[in-house]
Each structure stands twice: as structure tokens, then as C-alpha cells.
T-cell receptor
Framework: DAKTTQPPSMDCAEGRAANLPCNHS???????VYWYRQIHSQGPQYIIH???NNETNEMASLIITEDRKSSTLILPHATLRDTAVYYC?????????????FGEGTQLTVNP | GAVVSQHPSRVICKSGTSVKIECRSL??????MFWYRQFPKQSLMLMAT?????????EQGVEKDKFLINHASLTLSTLTVTSAHPEDSSFYIC????????????FGSGTRLTVV
């Protein structure tokens, strides 16, 4: 499995952009980068995913470096409700079915 | 979007009894479902992967006779914790996967199991 490395915690001021980094230096060519977040005592929520191009949706933007060894999740205008643990995951392709393996994630705290 | 319903959200049971947790995909057929366990202040740990109509594949260290998984239809998977003990108290989360779907993986809201 391609492992990911994220900072354990980050703080962000409400209304400012939150930029969450992720290193995945061992990623292989057919593996996607997924971002999920988990608000306390809830199931993870899908945010965005990408292969090599930058992606944007209504929640966030995903910037993947050209060598694909790292990526950044951008929440353009963070709110207090964005306080959560954010997981960067590289999708594992297996014959028995793909699965998501979670690392420790980044605890993002948005402060008023 | 894809929705996964998980029930119950909380359950308290006595030591030695069994508890069943249900995971339903409401608006899509899930070819594969996953079960995770999460202890306080820890990340999600994959327990098993189940494909409809076949036996579940368990991760190393997970007792298949203790955590029974049934995936009888494309919209329902169940996890039964048999002979529960206090150390089984945890947050259990299911996930459903749809091949070719935009989201791929959708998670349930989780079940807080407390064994007393």
C-alpha cells in the first residue's frame, strides 16, 4: 500500500483558507488520492479525489504535484463546522475489491 | 448522492450477548461493503471486506467467528458481534462501494457499541 504522511494537527482562522498537506511519495501510477473528513463521532465524509489533475468541487480543491508525490487539500473559506479530522488516502487496487486504508489524519481546528 | 444507513447508532449490551449492526445502501446497489472499527482517539481500522453472495475477507487479527458478517443482498450487510466483551466496546462504521460511482466509497454514520 502507498503510505501517506500528514501533520497530526493544524489550526486555521474562521474565514481563511485551510491548506492541508499530504505526502504520498510511494504512490503508483494507477492509484488515486482521496480525501475524507470525520467530524467527531460520525462516519467519514467524502470530500474529493483525483488522479493527477487538480480537482475542484463545492467543498474543496485538490492540488496534486506533477510528480504525484504530494497533494494539498484546500478549504477556501473555513468555517467552524469544518473542524474535523481530515484523512488523505491512497486507494489500493486489489483483485478482491478496492479498499480504503486510513492513516492518522490531520486534526483541523477552525478558530473563531 | 449515495447514502448509507447504519443502525443502530448506539447500543449497550451485557457481556456475553450478541449484537447485530445493519448497514444499508439506500439509493444504490453496493457490490462491496467494508466494516471498520475505531477506538477513542484512533483512526479507523479495517476489519473485513464483504462482497454480495460470498464470504467476507477478514483482516489479519480479526476473529471471523466473533465478528460475523453477512452480505446477503446488494443493499444490506450485517455485522454481528458474538459473545461481546467490554474490550469489544468501540465505534463500528460500515462503508459501501459502488463500482463506477462518482464517490466510490460512502460511509454510514457509525454505531457506538458499549459492552457492560
Amino acid at each position: 500500500d502507498a503510505k501517506t504522511t500528514q501533520p497530526p494537527s493544524m489550526d486555521c482562522a474562521e474565514g481563511r483558507a485551510a491548506n492541508l498537506p499530504c505526502n504520498h511519495s510511494t504512490i503508483s501510477g494507477n492509484e488515486y488520492v482521496y480525501w475524507y473528513r470525520q467530524i467527531h463521532s460520525q462516519g467519514p465524509q467524502y470530500i474529493i479525489h483525483g488522479l493527477k489533475n487538480n480537482e475542484t468541487n463545492e467543498m474543496a480543491s485538490l492540488i496534486i504535484t506533477e510528480d504525484r508525490k504530494s497533494s494539498t487539500l484546500i478549504l477556501p473559506h473555513a468555517t467552524l463546522r469544518d473542524t474535523a479530522v481530515y484523512y488523505c488516502i491512497v486507494r489500493v487496487e486489489e483483485t478482491s475489491g478496492s479498499r480504503l486504508t486510513f492513516g492518522e489524519g490531520t486534526q483541523l481546528t477552525v478558530n473563531p | 448522492g449515495a447514502v448509507v444507513s447504519q443502525h443502530p447508532s448506539r447500543v449497550i449490551c451485557k457481556s456475553g450477548t450478541s449484537v447485530k449492526i445493519e448497514c444499508r445502501s439506500l439509493d444504490f446497489q453496493a457490490t462491496t461493503m467494508f466494516w471498520y472499527r475505531q477506538f477513542p482517539k484512533q483512526s479507523l481500522m479495517l476489519m473485513a471486506t464483504s462482497n454480495e453472495g460470498s464470504k467476507a475477507t477478514y483482516e489479519q487479527g480479526v476473529e471471523k467467528d466473533k465478528f460475523l458478517i453477512n452480505h446477503a443482498s446488494l443493499t444490506l450487510s450485517t455485522l454481528t458481534v458474538t459473545s461481546a466483551h467490554p474490550e469489544d466496546s468501540s465505534f463500528y462504521i460500515c462503508s459501501a462501494y459502488l463500482h463506477g460511482g462518482n464517490y466510490g466509497y460512502t460511509f454510514g454514520s457509525g454505531t457506538r457499541l458499549t459492552v457492560v
